[in-house]
């Protein structure tokens, strides 16, 4: 494994601004940079809702539409490029460089049958849910589809949420076997049971309005009111 990527790669690749596919195949290898920078994006959507990031936004573009000759550039889109800034100002990690093993944070990623990280997959391949628990010993996992339907993945019975060993990476069984289509998985984790149906109706929710903004379901951010930490992952289904 090559040694970790720094704070700014890891928000360079965040914001789309690696186009060399370097960080992304890092982080799907490496547990502990895939760990910060999912704590990384959750930071960046969380500093995106707060009032003073839209205020900022509207000013912004505001000026912008004032000026006849810009004077800035903008490489990448606006919000991309704002969220670089707020990222690195309400994340800062500590004492990461050196380990594997987070405690206090959460992540989520899909496993080959040979343990090796999944970004794409082909229809009838096998491949096993793996959360950081960080603190929490309850999580639940859900999936929305092209579609925009929201299903439940792990517990695949009950109406709550299963339980994990906190403190580190956890595979979640059974192996899922993977059908047509691409898929978001978004882990929601907490110190109590969730309720299942609550979660699907908040993700449901958050489908409905990324519609309403013209935004496709698989582009959805994780609802971050439930549970006290959540995680986000994509998986691409290729023929």
């Known amino acids: 494994m090559a040694e970790h990527l ?6 360079e690749w965040l914001a789309g601004l690696d186009d060399s596919g370097r960080a992304e195949r890092h982080v799907a290898a490496c547990p502990a940079c895939g760990m910060i920078a999912e704590r990384m994006r959750q930071s960046r959507e969380s500093s995106l809702r707060e009032p003073r990031a839209k205020a900022v936004l509207a000013r912004l ?4 539409a004032r000026s006849a000759k810009p004077r800035w550039s903008w490489g990448v889109p606006l919000v991309a490029a704002l969220a670089v800034g707020l990222a690195l100002v309400v994340y800062v ?5 050196d380990g594997v093993r987070l405690k206090g944070t959460v992540a989520l990623r899909l496993l080959s049958a040979q343990g090796v990280p999944v970004l ?5 391949e096998q491949v096993t849910l793996s959360v950081g628990t960080g603190t929490y010993r309850n999580v639940l996992v859900l999936a929305v589809d092209e579609a925009g339907a929201v299903d439940r993945l792990w517990p695949q019975e009950g109406k709550m949420s299963g339980t994990v060993d906190p403190g580190a990476e956890v ?3 059974p192996p899922l076997e993977v059908t ?4 978001a998985l978004h882990a929601f984790f907490s110190d109590a049971p969730l309720d299942v149906a609550q979660a699907r109706e908040a993700l449901t929710a958050r489908v409905a309005e990324a519609r ?5 379901p698989l582009d959805v951010a994780t609802p971050g009111d439930v549970g006290r930490a959540q995680a986000r992952t994509l998986l691409r289904v290729v023929p």
Request: proline residues 9%.
């Open 120 to 124: 794409d997959a082909k229809p009838g």
């Open 6 to 11: 720094t704070r700014l790669e890891l928000d």
């Open 180 to 183: 047509p289509g691409s898929v």
């Open 212 to 216: 309403v903004k013209g935004q496709g």
């Open 93 to 97: 990690p500590r004492g990461t460089e």
């Open 61 to 64: 573009e505001e000026k912008r």
């Open 171 to 173: 595979k979640l069984s």
